[in-house]
């Protein structure tokens, strides 16, 4: 499809690791990037990778890239409450400039 | 750090009033946006701009037009604003196909 996918909600509980997971469109895209809204805010540049790498890690977040799926995921260890959020997956396809966005995915942290 | 600053955070017009948002970015960024956010539909993209004098018409472009006589500054106008526009409005700016760093936003309500 069209569309940069990711799952609506997520509910994890403090001091556990969170997983949200994208499938994004192009598999020509460049860049992958998630990005974090806090309520009220603007988006915040969280981490991104190229499309040539598999993995990057950046203290407690971790994005994995699987090609061949077309599937990004951000993993955040030891899940604190100021991570609850909403998190924006995004691409931006070769000979673009332009981000793709999913529709976010909002992460509550249980005490 | 780059700096994107929109000039209001909240506004509230009236039906039929000319709108203009400003956006200001501190960073000499030639590309700059501008998003609406909207509940359930994610980040659209409106107009954006790859150099001064320069514009591209985005995925939702109707009702609005957009202004770039400086590198710096990148301004979004309502023509005719109506309550189909009340929208948190977001821009962002990047250089070349770097991340794009955003503001932080204005929400506008349009009575």
Known sequence: GEDVEQSLFLSVREGDSSVINCTYTDSSSTYLYWYKQEPGAGLQLLTYIFSNMDMKQDQRLTVLLNKKDKHLSLRIADTQTGDSAIYFCAEIRAGSYQLTFGKGTKLSVIP | DVKVTQSSRYLVKRTGEKVFLECVQDMDHENMFWYRQDPGLGLRLIYFSYDVKMKEKG?????YSV????????SLILESASTNQTSMYLCASSFSNQPQHFGDGTRLSIL
């Open chain 2, 59 to 63: 995925d939702i472009p109707e009702g």
């Open chain 2, 67 to 74: 202004s770039r006589e400086k590198k710096e500054r990148f």
